[in-house]
């Protein structure tokens, strides 16, 4: 066990990320090759099948990184790690019922709620419902006990938005190999940037890591990680930026996913971004 007080912010984001790289270095392949055995495998863009829901790597590396956190590192995260691998935990399941019972007959968060007001559960449906809660109980078993001090239901409100939207917005970028593992570091760059010196970027630290080692599969067109793996990123993102920030950039990144998410609806991400020579040179970077 290590004194955490003689560890400079630096040393300990260094330290987790290595440790996310490492632990997705012993799962990946295996995992790969465990779901492409079982035959769970989908077309991809091109056509080709590939293995699909190969996303719960990230759950992994996190299992095994925060455990020797945990174990080396004690009191570092405190309850904050609890809650996020619990809050990964869930996110994965829901985004693999999605890759493994899911049709694309109702798209977008707006198909998927107009099937909901018609009676029909969608597996799209039953993940933004599930989402939606999610983000609300991590933001209440966080906030628990700190009403009356800095707290109000405007905190809780934009704290859980960011969490739920923050999965969405990770989701809707995951159409083409590699965007949504690019559009996360971008994102993770700037938090870090952000809230640098905080112990609540260390778990975007460790899933940074994993994403390292599991990002050239994806931008070869070898796996898909799916719903699976890009909810599981667009929480690591959300929980992170609602720990993290503070109230003004808080609300500047609230008000960039409420943008984001209505100019999704409204226009084709894979047409804007090919339309842009510098997002197309970025999103097509590493891929295949």
Same mark, same amino acid.
């Given at each position: 066990?290590?004194?955490?007080?003689?560890?400079?912010?630096?040393?300990?984001? $260094?330290?987790?990320?290595?440790?996310?790289?490492?632990?997705?270095? =012993?799962?990946?392949?295996?995992?790969?090759?465990? /779901?492409? @055995?079982?035959?769970?495998? @989908?077309?991809?863009?091109?056509?080709?099948? =590939?293995?699909?829901?190969?996303?719960?790597?990230?759950?992994?590396?996190?299992?095994?990184?925060?455990?020797?956190?945990?174990?080396?590192?004690?009191?570092?995260?405190?309850?904050?790690?609890?809650?996020?691998? $619990?809050?990964?935990?869930?996110?994965?399941?829901?985004?693999?019922?999605?890759?493994?019972?899911?049709? @694309?007959?109702?798209?977008?968060?707006?198909?998927?709620?107009?099937?909901?007001?018609?009676?029909?559960?969608?597996?799209?449906?039953?993940?933004?419902?599930?989402?939606? /809660?999610?983000? $609300?109980?991590?933001?209440?078993?966080?906030?628990?006990?700190?009403?009356?001090?800095?707290?109000?239901?405007?905190?809780?409100?934009? %704290?859980?938005?960011?969490?739920?939207?923050?999965?969405?917005?990770?989701?809707?970028?995951?159409? @083409?190999?590699?965007?949504?593992?690019?559009?996360?570091?971008?994102?993770?760059?700037?938090?870090?940037?952000?809230?640098?010196?905080?112990?609540?970027?260390?778990?975007?630290?460790?899933?940074?890591? %994993?994403?390292?080692?599991?990002?050239?599969?994806?931008?070869?067109?070898?796996?898909?990680?799916?719903?699976?793996?890009?909810?599981?990123?667009?929480?690591?993102?959300? /929980?992170?930026?609602?720990?993290?920030?503070? %109230?003004?950039?808080?609300?500047?990144?609230?008000?960039?996913?409420?943008?984001?998410?209505?100019?999704?609806?409204?226009?084709?991400?894979?047409?804007?971004?090919?339309?842009?020579?510098?997002?197309?040179? $970025?999103?097509?970077?590493?891929?295949?």
């Amino acid at each position: 066990m290590f004194a955490t007080d003689n560890l400079s912010p630096a040393v300990l984001f $260094l330290l987790n990320l290595i440790l996310g790289i490492a632990a997705a270095g =012993i799962v990946t392949s295996p995992v790969v090759k465990m /779901v492409y @055995r079982s035959e769970f495998v @989908r077309p991809n863009f091109k056509g080709d099948p =590939i293995p699909v829901g190969v996303g719960f790597i990230f759950l992994l590396t996190a299992l095994i990184a925060l455990t020797v956190d945990y174990l080396l590192l004690p009191g570092l995260l405190g309850n904050r790690g609890t809650i996020f691998i $619990l809050g990964l935990s869930v996110i994965t399941f829901l985004g693999f019922v999605d890759d493994t019972l899911g049709n @694309r007959q109702a798209s977008g968060l707006k198909g998927h709620f107009k099937a909901l007001l018609k009676g029909e559960l969608t597996t799209g449906g039953l993940k933004a419902l599930g989402g939606g /809660v999610l983000a $609300l109980l991590i933001t209440l078993i966080d906030y628990r006990g700190k009403f009356g001090l800095d707290v109000s239901i405007i905190n809780i409100i934009v %704290s859980t938005l960011i969490i739920a939207l923050s999965i969405n917005a990770v989701n809707l970028l995951d159409l @083409r190999p590699g965007r949504a593992g690019k559009g996360f570091l971008l994102l993770a760059v700037v938090i870090i940037i952000l809230s640098w010196g905080s112990y609540d970027i260390l778990p975007l630290a460790l899933i940074t890591g %994993s994403l390292l080692i599991y990002l050239p599969w994806d931008l070869k067109a070898k796996t898909m990680m799916g719903d699976t793996g890009s909810n599981a990123l667009g929480l690591t993102i959300g /929980v992170t930026a609602a720990w993290s920030f503070d %109230s003004a950039a808080k609300l500047i990144y609230l008000g960039f996913l409420i943008f984001f998410h209505l100019f999704t609806e409204k226009y084709s991400l894979t047409k804007v971004i090919a339309g842009n020579k510098i997002l197309n040179y $970025l999103d097509k970077l590493g891929r295949e």
